[in-house]
């Protein structure tokens, strides 16, 4: 079962942080993605700009509107994803409560609903 | 004073006391403010002195007083200048170099310097402090470790800890928590948060981190802190078998893994990999633990390791032996862990039936998402036979697992026996 891992987190928290701790912080997350590889279970990872850079568009009211800045205005934004492949929730929350972003933000853990063998219509 | 000392070597002397003295130094000099960021800062200013003079002038005979007056002066010119904002010349002004150096003559001996650095300890551990903080604040406060340094051993940023300890440092300060060693009535309680931290350092040494900068050795830095309190409170029985629970496991680290990095269970460790000198030390701590009389969690954790050292000499894992102290252990700290490795235990030493009985006390609920749980309950189907019991298992401790060296280790041994059986 594939699980995504939404990573929010307050982005003032990081504002001025320093090249050094950067470089730690991208030090600590390549370990974890490293013991993901290596335990066979990562499908996917992604580290996102952060949320004023978002743009935000939609024809929901007929006409199309585009947004600048996201979707959703609060202090935890939407910082990055993983994606992973084990069998079940106990799994799952195992490998969250050892990413590096659990200290500092929350991780909302969501399971795949895409029917076994992807999206049938989609070729 | 010598002034032919080379750059290196002023380096290297500097470096050397750095190591040796950080903590005592922090210590006084945060002793009576209460201020420990003010404290590293100042001893920060009087190191980077040291190195700038050192050199030039020879290390002095006694480093660690030499560093003692420079940061002392050092606080004294920050509250001055903190008290009289309008007063002239910064704080790094050449002025401050020549009114703070201290002279030869001036300064006490080494020896003279007296060691606070249990009463640092208490106060990192203070339960007013956030528990999770307790074991960093220790490696910083006393053994000079960097923010990022400790973070990475988490697996953590550094910025995210380092906003953590300067909130906690602000509190010690504010809150006026004390630095002293509790009275007779607290400290049994007290003690127990400074080698609960103790052990959390520990810990993390065990962890398989292969691209982080852990440069110094976590195992070695806990073992150094638990001599801290055994050497200030020689009596406390708890205390010395901690140190003797850390010596014990360190005993075998270097046989825990083969190389391909794949965990060895200790009873099939290559003993001729093990530290006789650290066992020794272990076994000489539990010793003197045990004339105090007053059992407890750490003593017995560390016998049950001493037992397992054994094997180097007798051949034999005395399992019934380790399956009783389990007993033991369960009646003081009553975890989950205890009780699974008991029923580990109980199956080494009495067979399959025995060995899950004990399991089934365990609250399954509770251990559904337990990998020992689940490795144990594995490991005790197949020796009654159940391998389809036994794979299901295995399965559900892989999956659990995410201590890579472990994981490897299971995957290794479910598939040892799938391949037997074909």
Known sequence: ?123 | MSPSVTDNQAKARAEHVARAAYGRLIAILAKRSGDIAAAEDALADAFAQALETWPKNGAPDSPEAWLLTVAKNRQRDVAKSAANKTAAGSLDDESFKMNSMPTDTAKPHGQDIPDERLKLLFACAHPAIDSTVHTPLMLQTVLGLEANEIASAYLMPGATLAQRLVRAKRKIKDARIPFEIPDQSEIKSRLDGVLEAIYGAYSLSWQDAENVDVTRDLAKEALYLSTVVTDMLPEEAEALGLAALVALSMARRQARLTAKGVHIPTDQQNTALWDKMLIRRGETLLTRAAAQKAPGRFQIEATIQLIHCDRANSGLTDWAAIAQLYNGLIAFAPTMGAAVARAAAVGHAFGAKAGLNALATVDAGHANAFQPYWATAAYLHRMAGDESSAQAAYRKAIDLCTDLPTRKWLERIAQDKVASLH
């Open chain 1, 1 to 123: 079962m594939k699980y995504t891992f939404f990573l929010y987190n307050d982005e003032s928290q990081f504002a001025d942080v320093s090249p050094e701790d950067m470089a730690q912080s991208l030090q600590v997350f390549g370990e974890y993605i490293r013991q993901l590889n290596e335990a066979g279970v990562l499908v996917h990872t992604d580290w996102l700009q952060p949320s004023p850079t978002a743009t935000t568009i939609t024809l929901k009211g007929g006409t199309k509107q585009i947004q600048d800045g996201p979707y959703a205005d609060t202090k935890e934004q939407l910082g990055g994803t993983f994606v992973i492949d084990v069998p079940d929730l106990d799994a799952a929350l195992a490998w969250a409560e050892k990413c590096p972003s659990v200290h500092y933000g929350l991780i909302e853990v969501r399971a795949s609903a895409m029917p076994e063998g992807g999206n049938p219509h989609a070729g």
